[in-house]
């Protein structure tokens, strides 16, 4: 029995006719018909068959060609493009009406109507041709008449009906998954589909009291956000035939991934199925769900992924850390055990951080780094446990990722290609299997991170895995410490800590050598990533770490200061290197000026010109610098040092040199005139320092940072009415001054969350302005008993 809904759409302006008729299969369905039920050698003979007879159309090879290609296409499962599916629905009509011939074709053709069929699919969401009522309504009909909504079809037969026959038919064919060729007489699909069904058959629905359990064990129990991602998890059952079908098929179409499920099924991994071995299978496929949806949410909310990256960083970490070293638990862990550990963990700390800021801020800076050392944390590992093979497999990836993703609008697409996601699929597997307890191995085969391994255009695998992996890594089992957790059964509780436990302390690369080696010499056989050169991994190795990690020809190499600063310190490195370029060549121009032309040759009425000239054009220079820094051009530099510094005209020495020596003034002014000049350095070396911060990258070019400069350049643009009218002047100086203050005060704190140097320069820039403002009413006062400066 299977359900479908139809949308009829009627045209009454002349008299009822249907003008459209939308149809909705579940995914499920259309999967278990064309993925199970059609996909088999007598189907793809019988497409032959019609392109051979009817359609007389050359088809050599026919029967390889289309067993290469797959099934359906996409999670939507979509028939309509180049798949053995579409082929299928076709060969059937073109065998009675010759003008479906050209669907059928391996070659673009158009039928006598012009359209081209089987080639690339429309890609049409069912969401665009149904609304969310109707599909509630479907679910309801679907509930009513029996039928599972994950599914769409039931499976359940009476005597008599054509599914009587079902289990012969399948067992008579002889399925191959398009991307999967048997090794040594074993059908590695037919390996996972065992695996699956033995899942199916003993978990059928998820556990509100088992994902209780799994989020207390990750430390995330207590936290709204998660509990909200979760919350029909939390309430009732939700049914997992839906999501078993999919891993299934994702999983069986990656030969390396379907011929590891062959070498842990021959090793008898499977064969036990006691009560207890029950409790656990339970316990370990509502973790994987617990993770499969969290990983989906938190990538679709950046603050539930800062939730995880706090609750990973801190608490969880102190608890996991503690337990294998001993402080807390009663674990008994071997030295090297102990290490692997934290630097598994630390490494998946680290890629999470990096992910979760480059997707927050838009930014790709660290990631590749972070991802190359996940895996290679993984391959030492594998290298320090003998698994040769499976290390040089991970080599190879790492040094394969060669490019940043793309950030945009808090969405991270990072497109490598298919082979490497489906080989770092496999890789991980046998990683996580040679070292690593097995309800790691659980988030690997959910559809999030199965399906989107090898998903052409998609993207989301890395992200994906990178929070998977952490979440995986965070999870610690202890026993109930909340009423909500304390609903299992004692028994049940006392099995899977059982588990956890001897899963910990057990010798597993000793226990599991045999079938781990296996899966690594079969990853190096199927592996689809080329193999580095020498030379490539050992400049990947210096890039990472240096000597730190590697031995280098130079002993030399990372030996100076800054070999130790992480990315952010040495980009303030460059930009204080760039602050200390400008305020040198400032004030030296300053210096040259006064020492080798005021001195000889004294102040001239062209002099004057020049000075009124240089003030009128700060604006324009400092509007220039600020758009160039915005944009990271080092060209901001000399715009900003031409004009702070007035193109050498010594205002900032002047102030210094009269304050110091000038006996002629008086001590009011010289005070006045010291505060000037303090006051001009400190208010060029913060102009100057914000500057050459933007440049760096170090402080983001934003509105916070940018509307004080922007206000300065407003103050200088009638500098030259003080020439006219000093009291009007004065009048405006004031007014924009309290401007300046009212909004730098407002952003400060802006600013401070930007990078500690914006609030600095922040904080320079307005007590230099206070000196300003007190060196004025000194000489105010100076003026007013008499003491006029000459």
């Not at 990683?431 to 690593?436: A, E, H, R």
């Amino acid at each position: 029995d299977y359900t479908v809904m139809f949308k009829i759409f009627l045209d009454m302006s002349s008299k009822p006719v249907v003008s459209q008729m939308n149809a909705y299969l579940s995914e499920a369905f259309i999967d278990f018909t064309f993925g199970i039920l059609l996909n088999s050698d007598k189907t793809r003979d019988f497409v032959c068959s019609v392109m051979k007879g009817p359609c007389e159309q050359p088809a050599d090879n026919c029967e390889e060609r289309l067993a290469s290609q797959a099934v359906t296409d996409g999670e939507l499962v979509y028939i309509d493009g180049n798949t053995q599916g579409c082929r299928a629905l076709h060969a059937v009509f073109a065998e009675q009406n010759p003008n479906h011939c050209a669907h059928i074709s391996f070659d673009p053709t158009p039928d006598p109507n012009g359209k081209i069929k089987c080639q690339e699919s429309a890609r049409i969401n069912p969401a665009s041709l149904f609304e969310d009522i109707d599909f509630e309504n479907f679910k309801k009909f679907q509930i009513s008449n029996g039928i599972d909504p994950t599914l769409g079809y039931d499976e359940s037969c009476e005597e008599g009906n054509f599914c009587d026959e079902l289990p012969d038919i399948i067992k008579n064919q002889t399925f191959l998954s398009p991307t999967v060729s048997p090794t040594d007489g074993i059908e590695p699909q037919g390996c996972v589909d065992r695996l699956i069904g033995i899942l199916q058959q003993n978990v059928r629905t998820t556990s509100p009291d088992h994902v209780e359990v799994v989020l207390q064990n990750v430390g995330l129990g207590d936290k709204f956000m998660v509990r909200d991602a979760l919350k029909e998890l939390l309430t009732q059952p939700q049914p997992l035939n839906g999501m078993y079908n999919e891993s299934s098929t994702c999983l069986g179409s990656n030969t390396a991934v379907a011929e590891l499920a062959c070498i842990m099924e021959e090793s008898g991994q499977w064969d036990s199925q006691t009560q207890k071995d029950l409790h656990v299978m339970e316990y370990l496929v509502n973790q994987a769900v617990v993770f499969e949806s969290l990983t989906l949410a938190a990538l679709d909310n950046i603050a539930l992924l800062y939730t995880i990256v706090e609750v990973m960083t801190n608490n969880q970490r102190i608890v996991r850390e503690d337990t294998v070293n001993g402080e807390s638990g009663s674990l008994d862990l071997s030295e090297d055990t102990r290490e692997n550990f934290v630097v598994t963990y630390r490494s998946a700390v680290g890629a999470l951080v990096a992910l979760a800021k480059s997707i927050s801020e838009n930014s790709n800076t660290a990631m590749m780094a972070a991802l190359q050392l996940s895996i290679l944390s993984g391959t030492k590992v594998d290298i320090e446990n003998d698994f040769e093979s499976n290390a040089r497999v991970g080599l190879s990836l790492a040094a394969g990722v060669q490019f940043n993703p793309f950030v945009k609008d808090n969405i991270m697409k990072w497109k490598l290609s298919s082979n490497w996601e489906e080989t770092y699929l496999a890789w991980s597997m046998a990683n996580v299997w040679g070292s690593l307890p097995g309800d790691y191995l659980g988030p690997l085969m959910m559809p999030s991170i199965s399906c989107s391994a090898g998903r052409i255009g998609d993207g989301d695998f890395v992200a994906r895995r990178l929070v998977s992996q952490s979440l995986a890594i965070m999870h610690q089992f202890q026993g109930p410490r909340s009423e909500k957790a304390a609903n299992l059964d004692k028994e049940v509780y006392e099995d899977i800590g059982d588990y956890s436990k001897n899963q910990a302390e057990d010798d597993l690369e000793r226990t599991r050598y045999k079938e781990a080696s296996a899966l690594g010499t079969s990853n190096m056989k199927k592996v689809k990533v080329d193999s580095p050169s020498e030379d490539s991994v050992e400049k990947m190795l210096y890039a990472l770490c240096g000597e730190r990690c590697h031995d280098g020809y130079w002993k030399v190499t990372d030996t100076a200061p800054q070999s130790n600063m992480d990315h952010e310190q040495f980009l303030v490195y460059t930009g204080f290197i760039s602050f200390m370029t400008m305020l040198i060549a400032g004030l030296g121009s300053e210096l040259l000026m006064f020492v080798f032309y005021l001195q000889k040759y004294g102040w001239s009425t062209e002099n004057q010109k020049q000075w009124k000239l240089a003030q009128f054009v700060f604006s324009l220079l400092l509007t220039t610098a600020l758009g160039l820094a915005s944009s990271r051009s080092f060209l901001a530099l000399p715009f900003l040092v031409f004009g702070l510094w007035k193109f050498g005209f010594p205002e900032t020495i002047l102030f210094q040199y009269m304050a110091l020596f000038d006996d002629d003034h008086s001590w009011i002014q010289r005070i006045s005139d010291f505060l000037n000049g303090t006051g001009t350095v400190a208010h060029h070396g913060a102009a100057a320092m914000t500057i050459a911060m933007m440049v760096s990258g170090v402080i983001t070019a934003d509105r916070y940072a940018l509307s004080p400069c922007l206000i300065l350049v407003v103050q200088h643009w009638l500098v030259l009415v003080r020439y006219v009218n000093e009291n009007l002047y004065i009048g405006i100086v004031l007014f924009v001054e309290f401007w300046f203050e009212w909004v730098i005060i407002n952003v400060l704190e802006h600013n401070a969350s930007n990078h500690w140097t914006a609030a600095l320069t922040s904080i320079v820039m307005l007590v230099a302005h206070w000196q300003y403002l007190l060196a004025a009413g000194i000489a105010m006062i100076g003026q007013c008993l008499g003491r006029t400066e000459k």
